[in-house]
Structures are given as structure tokens and as C-alpha cells.
Nanobody, 114 residues
């Protein structure tokens, strides 16, 4: 089992930045991919960015050039630096891990005001 705890969400003005963090615990040695998804009100959950244990990254087209995902394997933590945020990116951001199965955090709310 893997437990994921997100932090760093909050209210930011359009054009601003936020940094999300997700700390993993439990069977962390089995974690391969970690990353972030988001779910806006009335919409399906969607990929934001993921990173493998080897540092290979994948971004949603909407995130490329503005968001940066990184991972500190020593701290079992994944980060998401988000810049130039827009109101459409208001959503609950969920931490994700794949470790012989999918695991999700409880989510952290990001609100971008216009």
C-alpha cells in the first residue's frame, strides 16, 4: 500500500504561480510513476504531468512550457511548479502513483481568480 498526501494548493490570481507537493509513504520502494491529475467542476479527471522513477516526464499539452514536474526520490516526494495559471485551471489536483496498482491522494484545491 502507498499513501499520498498533497500540499500547496490555495488561491492565486490569474498569471500567478503555485507549487504543489506530494509526499509518499508506505510501500514506496515499489513506486514507479508519480504525478498529478486534476478535476475541474463538472469535468473528468485529466492528466497534468507524470514522472518516472528514472526522471522521464510526460505533460499534458496544456501544461507544456508552464508547468514543471520534479521528483526527489530521497524524500519520496513529487512536486509540480505551476506558472502563468489561468482561471480555467481551477480544479482539485490529485497526486498519483503507480506501484503495482494505482494510488491517489485526497486532492488539493487550486483556485485561480480572474
Amino acid at each position: 500500500q502507498v499513501q499520498l498526501v498533497e500540499s500547496g494548493g490555495g488561491l492565486v490570481q490569474a498569471g500567478g504561480s503555485l507549487r504543489l507537493s506530494c509526499a509518499a509513504s508506505g510501500s514506496i520502494g515499489s513506486i514507479n510513476v508519480m504525478g498529478w491529475y486534476r478535476q475541474a467542476p463538472g469535468k473528468q479527471r485529466e492528466l497534468v504531468a507524470v514522472i518516472s522513477s528514472g526522471g522521464i516526464t510526460t505533460y499534458a499539452d496544456s501544461a507544456k512550457g508552464r508547468f514543471t514536474i520534479s521528483r526527489d526520490n530521497a524524500k519520496n516526494t513529487v512536486y509540480l511548479q505551476m506558472n502563468s495559471l489561468t482561471p480555467k485551471e481551477t480544479a482539485v489536483y490529485y497526486c498519483y502513483a503507480f506501484a503495482q496498482g494505482q494510488y491517489w491522494g485526497k486532492g488539493t484545491l487550486v483556485t485561480v481568480s480572474s
